[in-house]
């Protein structure tokens, strides 16, 4: 069935690094894979987005690279704030009506 | 409003009893999700609806969960006979188009069965 491995569950970073999060999926009919951040206690909220036809896309900061070969995508936040600390879901969309989500990293943005 | 809302926002229900969760989405959205999130996990998509009609509940963990949006806005969870593994944060979202747009999501309501 559809799944979507997110690693790492946790990570650590000083202020001012890079951080990086992959998540591989498993149905190649996934065209859609976006990135959430959830803040303790808040909703969920979109922070970026790729579809199949391109292989990344940037905003700021924020990055996504999509190797549909491998069936994997990956999240960049270079310049890491204190602000950037949060629990990030990559996810993806089949084509059908369901969006499934990995299990989430929580990132700790150390001051 | 201007986002989705939910309510309420913290519900403690007794083992055995039913409870109804409320989803307002963002007027003009025809597609609306219920997830269901455990602590320290990512959402687990429940159900789907596109306007009134409920075009996946593939989600949904058993036959005492119940979903409906018989307007093509408002929708309501229905949990029966609550256990305490429905303990969870149920989260409500919309979107303009069926997966492949961004979706835009409440707040949660906190179920605690004891």
């Known amino acids: 069935g559809e799944n979507v491995e997110q690693h790492p569950s946790t990570l650590s970073v000083q202020e001012g690094d890079s951080a990086v999060i992959k998540c591989t999926y498993s149905?190649?009919?996934?065209?859609?894979f976006p990135w959430y951040k959830q803040e303790l206690g808040k909703r969920p909220q979109l922070i970026i987005d790729?579809?199949?036809?391109?292989g990344e896309k940037k905003d700021q900061r924020i990055a996504v690279t999509l190797n549909k070969t491998a069936k994997h995508f990956s999240l960049h936040i270079t310049e890491t704030q204190p602000e950037d600390s949060a629990v990030y879901f990559c996810?993806?969309?089949?084509?059908?009506?369901?969006?499934?989500f990995g299990a989430g990293t929580r990132l700790f943005v150390k001051a | 409003g201007a986002g989705v809302s939910q309510s309420p926002r913290y519900k403690v229900a007794k083992r055995g009893q039913d409870v109804a969760l409320r989803c307002d989405p963002i007027?003009?959205?025809?597609?609306l999700f219920w997830y269901q999130q455990a602590l320290g996990q990512g959402p687990e998509f429940l159900t789907y609806?596109?306007?009134?009609?409920?075009?996946?509940k593939s989600g949904l963990p058993s036959d005492r969960f119940f979903a409906e949006r018989p307007e093509g806005s408002v929708s309501t969870l229905k949990i029966q006979r609550t256990q305490q593994e429905d303990s969870a944060v149920y989260l409500c979202?919309?979107?303009?188009?069926?997966?492949?747009?961004?979706?835009?999501f409440g707040q949660g309501t906190r179920l605690t069965v004891v």
């Open positions: 996810a993806d969309y089949t084509g059908g009506f369901k969006t499934i």
């Open positions: 609806f596109q306007n009134e009609a409920q075009l996946d």
């Open positions: 790729i579809r199949s036809n391109v």
């Open positions: 979202a919309s979107s303009i188009g069926p997966g492949d747009t961004e979706a835009f």
């Open positions: 149905d190649s009919a996934s065209n859609y």
């Open positions: 007027s003009g959205h025809v597609s």
